[in-house]
């Protein structure tokens, strides 16, 4: 590792640094460290260049140094060895693990549980049987053994990836039905928790309480939350049980001997951390009660008594034990020595930090990349670290900078000075001048008024000054512009500004990490903590709540505060009111705090166009959208459109999605719909107009490329196009627009229904029918079907209605609903001799006849078939002879007329159809044509057709199709041996089975005409 501003710097050149830093001698470096005093003058004199990693961690904890800037020194002493793998597991909390600092998927849930189980008990044999108890329970089955070996054998790969030099075989071994995981304390996490904790209470021992507390804090820095958190299998693992409790009882043992040197503040939070989780633990929260009453919060202390007093009497009809009432009794006598204000660490003016949450959730990924943006000296950084949060309102930036702010203090890191000051970006007081912000810093900092400069600049640079070589940390929270944030950045590599902000700010040399909802189990954690045990009595109904919130936090909290004031109200009572409240927003309230007054002070920041463009989004159809719908939906072009978006994007009011797409939080949705509506229903509707008949026309021009010939105009000739439509030179252009607008194309469906605009609510599932059939989307296809029908029939549209229920008929016989679909079929023939449209009812009576023959009347199917083959020669079209012909064909090979089939099939071939004007016809063609040959015995030509239909129908994107082409091809492999052919198709298949959901074996076979 080499620095990049500068040529490497020497270990001994660092760790003297920080010793005359320190202001220690090297004699008393050594024997604060346990060295010798000639070892430690060889590492700064260079003539030992790679010491052990345990003596430099002595040498760190002797220096005050924090975890990361101890494992910083191990790196720098690492620079001159010969490169090899260097991995890392980490099983206090959800298990990770890294390879040379990169953090690898450890692979499937079974494959981490076996590795987790391995590392709880580390250089240790482990039975096989015990582990595949552990990892499958009940559910192990024959091939449970391989399994193992396969899992184990992928862990090796994954810890130490193949290298020359590199020994998988020494990380895990195998020797008799056992596996042993072989580590050091520096490549697993529990084995340096217990170094760490073995050594604070031999420093405590020693009488060295001072010390035993740094060794303490470190060894709990590392404990991230329950082991294996993320892993469900090992939750009841008696191992796990008894490493929480390890946990505990090393708090507790933290506690007691912070409290005899009146480091109060200290301990308060690994204390209520412990209480949180585990209330009813008497020990800890007398521990908790004397380290409140120490640090001057007697009032706390006593609360904490009742709370857990209660919850024994109602939990477990006990009254508290002898621990608890002795603590009780201290601090009603006021018998803890206050902490004295004029030691190490005073509280003054400089300390400015809000105070953390006991009910702080989750953002553990968050937390380890902002940590991951800290500057550490040791490894040569030279600037101040600068941590960004940004995000939506209500998101819980502030929250998660405090939190962040508070662990590292906790940890002994920024203890000099804490600055905090709200740069009112988003409030209803103008923005913080950041020349006034600089001067209540200073006189924070000790400068008498009179000595404050008058400019900005000069401020700025005497502000830099006081907090060069001071361990400090200043958060600016809620900030409005690069411009007001950049004057109050401190600028040394022991300084950190943590900056919070709507907005997307733009700073140099900063981490920038995006806030966005809570995953589900934070979510219910939240809820958890503040509410108790509802959660647990309904989770069905948490869940829908979570979801009704939109993962928010603030609306999280803000739901929850409302249940812990109501307790009388269940989950399930709080679903309902946000369920059924016309206005979501107004129910996700709790005293003065409201989620609609966050959203206020956002859209207010906003300028016109842009809150116009905001409003109209709150109408728009689907999860998500592209810039061209959206400046449909508002009127503008599609660069102004995208123009807009981009300033909403960097208001954090809309996010960005993949491929240059966008969406709206379920609340911001709300939030805007209701200002739209506020615009008047003429505006409303003016506004869905726009958005639904460029959506109808702009995929009335994708369906081009996929239509069949001879397929009905659904648009008439003509008919004005909106502008802004997107271009699709080909098939494949096409049904990626389809793809990633399906979403939205199925809403406008809804949406024009809503709003009545019946002409495009049964149009737009017409111009839909090709792509539906095509990505086998049958529930898109049959819904929306249902939709045009409606809307047909309600304008009286006759025609429409017909070419409905034909479409409607096919996809029901898709899924093999067959009674429905041949009474539509029915219908549909029906209504086109009505309308006395003779090419047209051709469609509905052969997919009729099909329908039959799937029903299982293949004879009379035949016969209806051949009937009707004369109309399709009187029509003189090519294409739709050659559909009846393959549709006869196919309905022959399934009663069984194989040699009749195959010559219907040839017929057809020969009929000479273009495969570029309809290749999805001519691949079913050559599908039912291999199948067809299968069954005569004719196996390699029916290979060599079938290779054909599938190399169609992938190009076409027909995966129902290409499915039941595969499994013929696989079977007539299989007739000739070819093995390898089959397992090729077998793995194309599962694939396919895998996205295509519950139809995924609907019978696909027949050919639907249009």
């Given amino acids: ?22 202001g220690l001698t090297q004699r008393q470096l050594a024997d604060l460290a346990g060295l010798s005093l000639a070892g430690l003058r060889d590492v700064e004199q260079g003539r030992v260049v790679t010491p052990r990693p345990a003596n430099l961690r002595r040498l760190a904890a002797a220096l005050g140094l924090s975890h990361d800037e101890a494992e910083d020194l191990v790196e720098l002493s690492r620079r001159g060895q010969p490169a090899e793998q260097h991995f890392r597991i980490r099983v206090l909390g959800p298990l990770a693990v890294t390879v040379n600092g990169v953090e690898v998927d450890p692979g499937p849930a079974r494959q981490q549980a076996l590795l987790g189980l391995l590392a709880l008990t580390p250089n240790v044999p482990v039975s096989r049987d015990a582990l595949i108890e552990a990892a499958w329970g009940e559910r192990r089955h024959g091939n449970t053994v391989s399994l193992v070996q396969t899992s184990m054998s992928r862990l090796r790969q994954r810890l130490v990836p193949k290298q020359p030099g590199s020994d998988r075989a020494k990380v895990l071994t195998a020797s008799r039905g056992r596996y042993r ?32 507390c740094v060794l303490f804090r470190k060894a709990l820095s590392l404990w991230r939350g329950e082991p294996l958190a993320n892993l469900e299998t090992t939750r009841v693992q008696p191992l796990v049980t008894a490493l929480v409790e390890e946990w505990k009882t090393l708090v507790v043992d933290y506690a007691e001997t912070a409290t005899q040197i009146g480091c109060y503040d ?55 034990g002898p621990e608890l009432t002795e603590a009780h009794q201290r601090v ?39 940590r991951a943006g800290l500057p550490a000296p040791t490894r040569g950084d030279t600037a101040a670290g600068i941590l960004v949060l940004q995000g939506m309102g209500g998101v819980g930036k502030t929250r998660l900078a405090v939190h962040l702010a508070r662990q590292l203090l906790a940890e002994g890191r920024y203890a000099d000075v804490q600055l905090y000051v709200d740069l009112r970006g988003h409030s209803d007081q103008p923005p913080a001048d950041p020349s006034t912000v600089l001067d209540s810093f200073l006189r924070l900092l000790g400068v008498a008024g009179e000595s404050v400069p008058r400019t900005l600049d000069e401020r700025s640079a005497l502000y830099r000054s006081l907090l060069h070589g001071r361990h400090a940390v200043v958060l600016l929270d809620n900030a409005a512009s690069e411009e007001q944030v950049l004057p109050l950045l401190p600028a040394g590599p022991t300084n950190l500004a943590m900056v919070t902000s709507r907005r997307t700010l733009a700073l140099d040399g900063s981490r920038t990490v995006t806030l966005e909802g809570f995953p589900l189990p934070d979510a219910e954690a939240l809820l958890r903590r503040i509410v108790g045990q509802r959660v647990a009595d309904d989770p069905a109904a948490t869940r829908m709540v979570v979801e009704l919130c939109g993962r928010l936090p603030l609306a999280l909290t803000l739901a929850a505060r409302r249940l812990q004031a109501r307790p009388a109200w269940r989950f399930a009572d709080a679903a309902a009111r946000l369920r059924a409240a016309g206005d979501r927003l107004g129910e996700l309230a709790a005293g003065s705090r409201r989620v609609r007054a966050v959203f206020d002070l956002s859209y207010r920041a906003l300028d016109p166009e842009a809150r116009r463009m905001f409003r109209l989004l709150g109408l728009h159809p689907g999860e998500d959208f592209a810039a061209a719908s959206a400046a449909a939906l508002a009127g503008v ?37 209701d200002l739209a509506e506020r615009d008047g229903e003429r505006a409303c509707r003016e506004a869905v107009r726009r958005v639904v008949y460029w959506y109808l026309h702009a995929a009335d021009a994708a369906n081009k490329p996929l239509r069949k010939p001879n397929e009905e105009e659904v648009l008439p000739s003509g008919a004005g196009e909106p502008p802004g439509l997107p271009v699709f030179p080909d098939s494949a252009s096409a049904f990626d627009w389809f793809r990633a607008e399906q979403g939205a194309l199925t809403a406008t469906t809804a949406l024009a229904w809503e709003y009545g605009l019946l002409e495009a609510a049964s149009q737009l599932p017409a111009v839909l029918r090709n792509y539906w059939e095509r990505a086998s989307e049958w529930d898109h296809w049959i819904g929306g079907a ?11 549209d006759r025609t429409a209605e017909a070419r409905t229920l034909n479409d409607l008929g096919c996809a029901l016989s898709q899924i093999g609903n067959l009674e429905e679909a041949v009474d539509m079929l029915t219908r549909a023939c029906d209504l086109r001799a009505a309308l006395g449209d003779e090419r047209r009812r051709l469609g509905p009576l052969l997919n009729l006849a099909v329908a039959v023959a799937m029903s299982g009347d293949l004879h009379r199917a035949i016969r209806h078939m051949r009937e009707v083959l004369p109309l399709a020669r009187k029509v003189g079209d090519v294409y739709n002879e050659a559909w009846l012909l393959n549709n006869l064909a196919h309905a022959q090979a399934l009663a069984g007329m194989h040699e009749e089939a195959i010559g219907t099939y040839r017929a057809t071939l020969a009929l000479g159809r273009d495969c570029s004007a309809d290749p999805v016809g001519v691949a079913q063609t050559l599908g039912g044509f291999g199948q067809a040959l299968l069954s005569a015995g004719e196996h390699d030509e029916a290979i060599a057709v079938l290779r054909r239909a599938c190399a169609i129908y992938r190009q076409e994107n027909c995966t129902a199709f290409l499915l039941e082409a595969l499994a013929t091809l696989a079977a007539a492999l299989r007739e000739i041996g070819d093995e390898v052919g089959v397992k090729e198709c077998e793995v194309e298949a599962q694939a396919i089975v895998d996205g295509l959901g519950p139809y995924a074996y609907a019978p696909v076979s027949h050919a639907p005409l249009p």
């Fill in 1 to 22: 590792m080499t620095d990049t501003d500068g040529p490497p710097r020497r270990l001994g050149e660092v760790v003297a640094g920080l010793r005359v830093r320190a």
């Fill in 181 to 212: 995981l072989t580590v050091t304390r520096e490549q697993l996490d529990l084995l340096e928790f217990r170094h760490r904790a073995a050594e604070a209470r031999q420093a405590r021992k020693a009488g060295d309480a001072a010390r035993a």
């Fill in 266 to 320: 200290e301990v308060l939070p690994e204390l209520r951390r412990l209480v949180g989780d585990d209330p009813l633990h008497e020990v800890a929260t007398a521990r908790l009660m004397i380290a409140l009453a120490g640090s001057g919060q007697q009032a706390a202390a006593l609360n904490a008594f009742d709370e857990v007093r209660r919850r024994l009497r109602e939990e477990l009809g006990a009254d508290p």
């Fill in 332 to 370: 009603l006598r006021q018998d803890v020595v206050r902490a004295d204000p004029t030691g190490a660490d005073p509280v003054t003016a400089h300390r400015q930090l809000p105070p953390d949450i006991l009910e702080f959730t989750g953002r553990e990924a968050e937390l380890s990349e902002l």
């Fill in 637 to 673: 072009s599609p660069a102004v459109g995208e123009r807009i978006l981009d300033q909403l994007a960097d208001e954090h009011l809309v996010t960005s999605a993949p491929a240059g797409r966008y969406r709206l939080h379920d609340l911001l949705r709300d939030y805007a719909r």
């Fill in 786 to 796: 249902r939709v045009a029908l409606a809307a047909a029939r309600l304008a009286g």
